[in-house]
């Protein structure tokens, strides 16, 4: 089945905005950000302009409705990735939360010598927290390096993953070179050792629903803002042994079964890990966005988006001194290309680009500094596809780089 971009991009009014100056947008950085559907902004003004109140202990009828919108989306959530029990989902305010909540509340179960195995492909989300776990706890932090062509080295997995191995912390489709993990072969060496896996899905998630339980993994997160949704949302999932286990993240409201000063217990997960009021509206968006997610038609929807990152790596093969990030071909990547031009700066690239075409791109580290130091690089250009480009989107962004090489060198 062919898919149109055109129809789904009608559903942004963004896109339908004109410029006030300058050409027209051509939005090539959703992997920073992607836009968001007049049914998401929809949900979350009806939820703020007809059941905004707090949730979970309020007895009147807003605050019921609010509780049933919240709650309704932690199902969507929990449908989204194919979780076992909805229980076992909690929002969080992102990805980089996500991790952190791990990292200090699964985190506090390991002790000095214990291993943590994370990769020279993760977003710095994925590596700092494990620093912090290092300095609090000391275990010993250990790197998957990364292949010539962007992917995970996992040839070195044998000699990385030993019996002191506690938990393997990966992304699921790297940020930068578009590569995608085989969480299959990370899986199966730490059940080896009985260690957890834990899943960066922030890059992967906005690409179609995620099944936890094939997948086999025991922790999996991503953020709402790069699935179509709200800022300031995200979701934890996490086997509900290993969060019944876990310590609380943080103290305070709600995430108590009964306070004295004498001591603390604990609400039930997911409350346990959601102090405070939450970023209930965000929730309700993110619900919307994941729900219409699901019914899209993502065979076609990927195939396009390998069409058009096919032409961009083609495109990119014609320009003198380019450097590409990733893998040159279209197996197991996403559209998620970084490249770098001999001479030029990312952010005058970027820059240019955007005043001439109006090509929104990325340019810099994408907090992922070990890798570029591990190229010889400060940073590269990024440019990240989503079902709404088109080939229109393409031609504006090799045009205006063959431009930007023309005035800029």
Known sequence: MSFDPARFRALFPIFAAAPADGPALHYLDSGASAQVPQLVIDAVARHDSTARANVKRGVHRLAEA???????????????????????????????????????????????????????????????????????????????????????????????????????????????????????????????????????GAQRAPHGPIDVQALGVDFYAFSGHKAFGPNGI????????????????????????????????????????????????????????????????????????????????????????????????????????SFALDGLHPHDVCQFVDATHGVALRGGHHCAQPLMESCGLVGTVRASLAPYNDDGDVDALLDGLAHAVRQLR
């Not at 959530?77 to 939360?97: D, H, K, Q, W």
């Not at 993990?181 to 059940?191: C, K, M, Q, S, W």
């Not at 995200?234 to 000063?261: D, K, T």
């Not at 990733?326 to 197991?332: A, D, I, K, M, N």
């Open 66 to 200: 609010a509780t049933e919108a919240y709650e309704t989306a932690r199902l969507s959530a929990a449908r989204y990735l194919n979780a076992p029990s909805p229980r076992e989902v909690i929002f969080t305010g992102g990805t980089t939360g996500a991790i952190n909540l791990v990292a200090r509340a699964h985190g506090d179960l390991l002790g000095e010598g214990d291993e943590v195995l994370v990769s020279m492909l993760e977003h710095h989300s994925n590596i700092v927290p494990w620093q912090l776990l290092q300095t609090r706890r000391g275990i010993r932090l250990s790197v998957i390096p990364a292949t010539a062509d962007g992917r995970l080295d996992l040839d070195r997995l044998d000699e990385l993953v030993t019996p002191r191995t506690r938990l393997i912390a990966v992304t699921h489709c790297s940020n930068v070179t578009g590569a995608v993990t085989d969480l299959a072969r990370i899986v199966a060496a730490a059940r080896a050792v009985g260690a957890k896996v834990l899943v960066d």
């Open 234 to 337: 995200g979701v934890l999932w996490g086997r509900g042994e290993l969060l019944e286990a876990m310590p609380p993240f943080m103290g305070g409201g709600e995430m108590i079964s009964h306070v004295s000063f004498a001591g603390s217990s604990w609400a039930p997960i997911p409350n346990k890990f959601e102090a405070g009021t939450p970023p209930i509206a965000q929730a309700v968006g993110l619900g919307a966005a994941l729900d219409w997610l699901s019914e899209q038609d993502w065979p076609a929807i990927l195939a396009n988006e390998m069409r058009l990152t096919g032409r961009i790596l083609d495109g990119l093969a014609t320009i003198p001194g380019c450097r590409i990030l990733g893998p040159g071909g279209l197996q197991q990547r996403l559209g998620v290309i």
